[in-house]
């Protein structure tokens, strides 16, 4: 009989991973973790994931005060579940099928069965009466699973991408096994109110759920939607971005670049959904139609390394790097490069730093369910300068108004928007940061997690 606890998080990766050079587990970089690991301390409680490591589930320990139980993929169904289904099927659908979303039932079997082994795992460790919450695209099956096994818990759900409009839902050929699953759970909460109409709308249109005021009733229980937009745990990027050390790094970069006047940013997973291509083919314009402010820019453009086993994210890496080169081709001198790329994961301070050193910030996804980097950009800039150029796609500009909101799809407003960022009066760059600094504080990643709390436990 294993030790239970009353609240389980479940969610495809863990929130660690494995050094091996070290021989060492290190917890992940980010809010969510940052907001659950006080929760999960305070309730004892226990978090289901896969290690990232096909092959490799070693016995539940605990790490960081965090009680760990791994669950095992084989590589055939990290191939088959994580690459394929989620990946390739999922994951362009959701994101408003910005490629061709590929629909296979081989794929469609392992991810029924990892659901299912996520959801036993939950199900033998949930102390009687307890919640659990499960996280994002991965495991819309776990709810449903764990409910026939454990119908004493209460459930919550939360997406962290975007629930597509339903006529695109409409093509998943087990649409209504989704939907199923998603509804086992007695809250569902989105990024965005759309996310949450688009929900309410396929599973009026393809489940047997009906309407119950905003919510829905499905099989003789209320399930309750919920929109909970996911932040960052802001105070951290504000006191690291006053910190001596980040002031030193911040410091030594801006000497790296040329004596240029404006520093422009970029910092994003090297996903297709990001639009980075889209951003470069803008520079580009901004360089060919305005060559003399142009001249006085750099633009920095950090990428992490994702999903690169994907034909996609490798076709999108050529793309990224093929324009990288054209414009430092075209536009470049001695003395002078107008993209500065790295492609590698940037230690916390190093990626504060970039932002402390950025006047604008370029983020232009093609659809993102919140985009965090745009809040931890507000974060950081302390001295409420620097402007946020903010695709009106990413579930963020729903709440970061002030933000200069582009459609990253029109090349030349996106040209024009950069042309006038860096010329924006210091006043006007103050008044809107001052507005998007007080939203970012506010409401913060701990918000977030009261708020789902709350939720789910009254
Ligand atoms: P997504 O969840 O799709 O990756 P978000 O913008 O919501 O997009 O979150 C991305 C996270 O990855 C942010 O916390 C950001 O700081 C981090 N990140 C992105 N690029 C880098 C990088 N080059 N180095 C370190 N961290 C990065
Ligand atoms: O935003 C969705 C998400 O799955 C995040 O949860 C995760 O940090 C990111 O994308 C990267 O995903 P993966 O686990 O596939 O590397």
Known sequence: MEDTSNFVVISNRLPVSRDEEEGRWETSPGGLVSAL???????????????????????????????????????QEMEAYYLGFCNNTLW????????????????WHPYRE???RFAEAAGRVLAPSGVAWVHDYQLQLVPRYLREWRPDATIGFFLHIPFPPV???????????????????????????????????????????????????YEGRRVRLQWAPISID??????????????DRAARLREQFPPVRRILLGVDRLDYTKGIDHRLRAIHTFHSRHPKEAAETVLLQLAVPSR?????????????????????GEFGRPGYTPVVYMYRQLEFEELVAAYSVADVMLVTPLCDGMNLVAKEYVASRVSDDGLLVL?????AASELKEAVLINPLNLDQLAEALRRAVQTPPEEAATRMQALRATVQRYDVYRWSRKCIEALEN
């Open 167 to 217: 006529e695109l839902f409409a093509y998943l050929p087990w649409r209504e096994s989704v939907l199923e699953g998603l509804l086992g759970a007695d809250v569902l909460a989105f990024q965005t109110r759309q996310s949450v109409s688009n929900f309410r709308n396929a599973a009026l249109q393809y489940s047997a759920a009906r309407p119950d005021g905003d919510d829905l009733k």
């Open 391 to 395: 695709s009106e796609f990413a579930g």
């Open 37 to 75: 690991v006080p929760i999960l301390r305070e309730r004892e409680g226990v978090w289901i994931g896969w290690t990232g490591v096909p092959d490799f589930a070693p016995p539940p320990f605990t790490h960081d005060d965090m009680r760990l139980h791994p669950v095992p993929l084989s590589q």
């Open 92 to 107: 362009p659908l959701y994101h408003n099928a910005i490629r061709t979303p590929q629909y296979h039932r081989r794929w």
């Open 234 to 247: 802001a105070e951290n990027f504000e006191s690291t971005a006053r910190s001596r050390a980040v002031a």
């Open 308 to 328: 690169e086993e994907l034909i996609q994210y490798a076709e999108q890496r050529d793309r990224v790097e093929r324009l990288v080169g054209q414009i430092n």
């Open 114 to 116: 990892t659901n299912e």
